[in-house]
C-alpha cells in the first residue's frame, strides 16, 4: 500500500461541495462520496483501483485543492491520471467568466447563479461510464438510477486496496467480462438494460467501439453515432454528451425531471415538450448545459444535503 499527493488549482471562482453534489446528485450514491468535507472516489487506473481524497482549501475566489491518493505500489504515472481524471470530473479548468456576464444580463438567472457561485460543470471520469448512468437511470426515477449504479460498482467494480469492507470502483469495460445478464438483472437492471451494458462494454473490449473517440466530433455527429447503439435513445445520448462529453450546450430536453425544474424556474403553467426546452434555454445559449446543473443543486439544496 502506497500514497502520493498532489494539489490541483481551479480556476476561480469554484466550490468543491457544490460540484462534488452535482457529481453524486443523491445521498445514496456510493460510487462518488461527499461528507462534507472530502470529496472520495475509486478510480481505475491501470487496472488498479485507486482512491482520491480530495480537500479544498482557500475560499471560491482563491481555491486550492488538496489530493491524497491510494493504491498498491502507486506510481508517479498512476498519481498524474489520477490528477487528470480529477481535473476532468471537477470541471477545474472551466472558465465561466462568460456564463457570469450572461447571467448579469438576466434577471431570472442571475439569483440562481449567484446563488450556486463556485459550481462547475462536473463530468464522469469516462464515457462508458456516462453511457452507463444512462443506460440505469432510463425510464426511472433518479434514485432508483444512483441505487442500481452503486450496486453495480459493489458487485462488479474493483474494491479500494485500502480496505477489504472498502469502497468500489464503478466498473470498467474490462470488469464486464463474464458478466451476465442473469447476474445483472439481480441487482436490479432489466433484461434489455443489462444486455445493453455487457453488449457496449464487449464492443469496447474487442475494439470495435471507442466512446473516447466522440470527443472529436460535433453534438450532431457525436449523437447520431451513440443512438446506432442498440438500447442508447436521444434522452440518454444527449445525457452523455453533457455529463460524458461535457458539452455545456446540452439540456437534455427528454429528461423529465429536468423539464419540470425549468418550468416550474420559469413560472411556465403549461408543462414543457422536447421544443419547448430548446425553445426556453435559447438565450442561454452556450450555457444551457450549465443552467441544468444550476437547477439540479436547486432541488438538492431543498433536501437540506446543502448548506
Same mark, same amino acid.
Given at each position: 500500500?502506497?500514497?502520493?499527493?498532489?494539489?490541483?488549482?481551479?480556476?476561480?471562482?469554484?466550490?468543491?461541495?457544490?460540484?462534488?453534489?452535482?457529481?453524486?446528485?443523491?445521498?445514496?450514491?456510493?460510487?462518488?462520496?461527499?461528507?462534507?468535507?472530502?470529496?472520495?472516489?475509486?478510480?481505475?487506473?491501470?487496472?488498479?483501483?485507486?482512491?482520491?481524497?480530495?480537500?479544498?482549501?482557500?475560499?471560491?475566489?482563491?481555491?486550492?485543492?488538496?489530493?491524497?491518493?491510494?493504491?498498491?505500489?502507486?506510481?508517479?504515472?498512476?498519481?498524474?491520471?489520477?490528477?487528470?481524471?480529477?481535473?476532468?470530473?471537477?470541471?477545474?479548468?472551466?472558465?465561466?467568466?462568460?456564463?457570469?456576464?450572461?447571467?448579469?444580463?438576466?434577471?431570472?438567472?442571475?439569483?440562481?447563479?449567484?446563488?450556486?457561485?463556485?459550481?462547475?460543470?462536473?463530468?464522469?471520469?469516462?464515457?462508458?461510464?456516462?453511457?452507463?448512468?444512462?443506460?440505469?437511470? @432510463?425510464?426511472?426515477?433518479? /434514485? #432508483?438510477?444512483?441505487? &442500481? +449504479?452503486?450496486?453495480?460498482?459493489?458487485?462488479? *467494480?474493483? $474494491?479500494?486496496?485500502?480496505?477489504?469492507?472498502?469502497?468500489?470502483?464503478?466498473?470498467?469495460?474490462?470488469?464486464?467480462?463474464?458478466?451476465?445478464?442473469?447476474?445483472?438483472?439481480?441487482?436490479?437492471?432489466?433484461?434489455?438494460?443489462?444486455?445493453?451494458?455487457?453488449?457496449?462494454?464487449?464492443?469496447?473490449?474487442?475494439?470495435?467501439?471507442?466512446?473516447?473517440?466522440?470527443?472529436?466530433?460535433?453534438?450532431?455527429?457525436?449523437?447520431?453515432?451513440?443512438?446506432?447503439?442498440?438500447?442508447?435513445?436521444?434522452?440518454?445520448?444527449?445525457?452523455?454528451?453533457?455529463?460524458?462529453?461535457?458539452?455545456?450546450?446540452?439540456?437534455?430536453?427528454?429528461?423529465?425531471?429536468?423539464?419540470?425544474?425549468?418550468?416550474?424556474?420559469?413560472?411556465?403553467?403549461?408543462?414543457?415538450?422536447?421544443?419547448?426546452?430548446?425553445?426556453?434555454?435559447?438565450?442561454? @445559449?452556450?450555457?444551457?448545459? /450549465? #443552467?441544468?446543473?444550476? &437547477? +439540479?443543486?436547486?432541488?438538492?439544496?431543498?433536501? *437540506?444535503? $446543502?448548506?
Amino acid at each position: 500500500m502506497s500514497q502520493r499527493s498532489f494539489s490541483i488549482t481551479p480556476v476561480p471562482p469554484f466550490r468543491l461541495d457544490l460540484t462534488a453534489w452535482a457529481l453524486r446528485r443523491r445521498p445514496e450514491n456510493a460510487i462518488d462520496r461527499w461528507d462534507g468535507r472530502t470529496y472520495r472516489r475509486v478510480l481505475m487506473i491501470d487496472s488498479q483501483a485507486v482512491e482520491v481524497a480530495v480537500h479544498q482549501s482557500g475560499d471560491p475566489d482563491a481555491p486550492h485543492l488538496e489530493v491524497l491518493a491510494t493504491g498498491f505500489r502507486l506510481t508517479v504515472r498512476q498519481a498524474e491520471v489520477a490528477r487528470v481524471l480529477l481535473e476532468r470530473m471537477l470541471g477545474v479548468r472551466k472558465d465561466l467568466r462568460p456564463f457570469y456576464r450572461l447571467a448579469t444580463s438576466d434577471p431570472r438567472l442571475q439569483p440562481l447563479v449567484d446563488e450556486f457561485r463556485g459550481l462547475k460543470p462536473p463530468q464522469f471520469p469516462t464515457v462508458f461510464e456516462a453511457v452507463a448512468n444512462g443506460i440505469a437511470c @432510463q425510464q426511472l426515477s433518479l /434514485l #432508483v438510477g444512483i441505487l &442500481l +449504479l452503486s450496486r453495480l460498482a459493489h458487485e462488479v *467494480g474493483v $474494491i479500494s486496496a485500502r480496505s477489504k469492507d472498502g469502497p468500489h470502483a464503478f466498473p470498467s469495460p474490462t470488469e464486464f467480462c463474464g458478466v451476465e445478464v442473469e447476474a445483472l438483472k439481480s441487482l436490479g437492471f432489466s433484461t434489455n438494460k443489462s444486455q445493453t451494458l455487457i453488449d457496449v462494454s464487449s464492443a469496447i473490449r474487442d475494439r470495435h467501439l471507442n466512446l473516447e473517440s466522440l470527443v472529436t466530433l460535433d453534438n450532431q455527429a457525436a449523437l447520431e453515432q451513440l443512438v446506432k447503439l442498440k438500447g442508447v435513445g436521444r434522452w440518454t445520448a444527449e445525457y452523455v454528451l453533457l455529463r460524458g462529453l461535457g458539452r455545456l450546450d446540452i439540456f437534455p430536453g427528454d429528461d423529465i425531471g429536468a423539464r419540470k425544474k425549468l418550468a416550474h424556474f420559469l413560472h411556465k403553467k403549461e408543462p414543457l415538450d422536447y421544443d419547448g426546452v430548446h425553445r426556453a434555454v435559447a438565450d442561454w @445559449q452556450p450555457y444551457a448545459g /450549465l #443552467v441544468y446543473f444550476h &437547477l +439540479l443543486l436547486a432541488r438538492i439544496k431543498k433536501t *437540506g444535503a $446543502i448548506v
